[in-house]
């Protein structure tokens, strides 16, 4: 069975398309406009193994808010789509990312359940790239992509001094844990008591 999905999202503040392919190699083609993004987006996919492409334009002349939220949401709900009914797979991941100083732990359960715990102090820092990604929004785009998927995510700072390493770091795990949790691991049927997640 092929997991993927797309999803076109539309407002007035933004216009978004997304393709992901929860069986791919690792191939993406990401345009937000906002280029660091584009950067810790290409992570996902690139540790997710996720063949992912991602267009999105927004009214990042006022803000780029608008267009990293509606970005996450998307893709989070592209990713539940593309995750189906779950059978088969491993459903829990966990681990420590490192990137040089900065380490993040990551857990997270496919379980159905949307909740975050977000537990990293962000290093004062200046926005970064052109047009600015505000750090602080690292916790609302993890926070957004988790609750429309449906994902139980905890992700803490170990340590970190470069803003930087801190973001890609957490991004990194999030992609490496979510390419952990989704492989297919068994023959079939649903990992939960329940029989549904």
Known sequence: MSRTASRIRTTKETS??????????????????IPFYDHMLDQ?????????????IG??????????????????????????????????????????????????DLSGRPHVEWHVEMPESLPLGNPAF??????HVVSSFAT?????LHVEMVRGRNTHHVIEATFKGIARALRDAV????????PSTKGVL
């Open 16 to 33: 978004i398309e997304i393709w992901i392919d929860l069986d791919g190699t690792g191939v993406t083609d990401i345009s937000t406009g």
């Open 44 to 56: 996902i996919g690139r540790h997710g193994a996720f063949d992912l492409k991602i267009k999105a």
């Open 59 to 108: 009214d990042i002349e006022i803000d780029t808010h608008h267009t990293v939220e509606d970005v996450a949401i998307t893709l989070g709900e592209c990713f539940a789509e593309a995750l189906g009914d779950k059978a088969g797979v491993r459903r829990f991941a966990s681990g420590k990312y490192p990137l040089d100083e900065a380490l993040i732990d990551v857990a997270l």
């Open 134 to 139: 505000d750090p602080q929004l690292a916790e």
């Open 148 to 152: 429309a998927a449906g994902i139980t």
């Open 183 to 190: 492989r297919i691991e068994g023959p079939g049927g649903v």
